[in-house]
């Protein structure tokens, strides 16, 4: 299994930044996509920011020029600096992996999809 703990969220005013931290542990051979994604109340969960282990990144339109994902794979960590922050990204956020538990997983294609605790995002005055 692989067990994703978060960081980095907390209360900030717009315009502040913040920086998220995602750490996998366990069972892991080699890590392909991982991401953050957010869900504000009463809202469906959305793609933040993803990044593949050579480094392609994705993010979402309304983040562009604000968020920088990046990851070190050696620590299996995915980062996410938030600047220049809105009101309209509180959320909570939560980290994503897509993993190899083994070898075997790896050359049969067969990833593991998971999901971290969330951590809240709060951009109030």
């Known amino acids: 299994q692989v067990q994703l703990v978060e960081s980095g969220g907390g209360l900030v005013q717009p315009g502040g930044s913040l920086r998220l931290s995602c750490a996998a542990s366990g069972t892991i051979f080699s890590i392909n996509a991982m991401g953050w994604y957010r869900q504000a109340p009463g809202k469906q969960r959305e793609l933040v920011a993803a990044?593949?282990?050579?480094?392609?990144?994705n993010y979402a339109d309304s983040v562009k020029g604000r968020f920088t994902i990046s990851r070190d794979n050696a620590k299996n960590t995915v980062y996410l600096q938030m600047n220049s922050l809105k009101p309209e990204d509180t959320a909570v956020y939560f980290c994503n992996t897509d993993a190899f538990p083994t070898y075997a997983d790896y050359v049969n294609s067969r990833f593991l999809k998971s999901w971290g605790q969330g951590t809240q995002v709060t951009v109030s005055s």
């Open positions: 990044i593949t282990k050579g480094g392609t990144t």
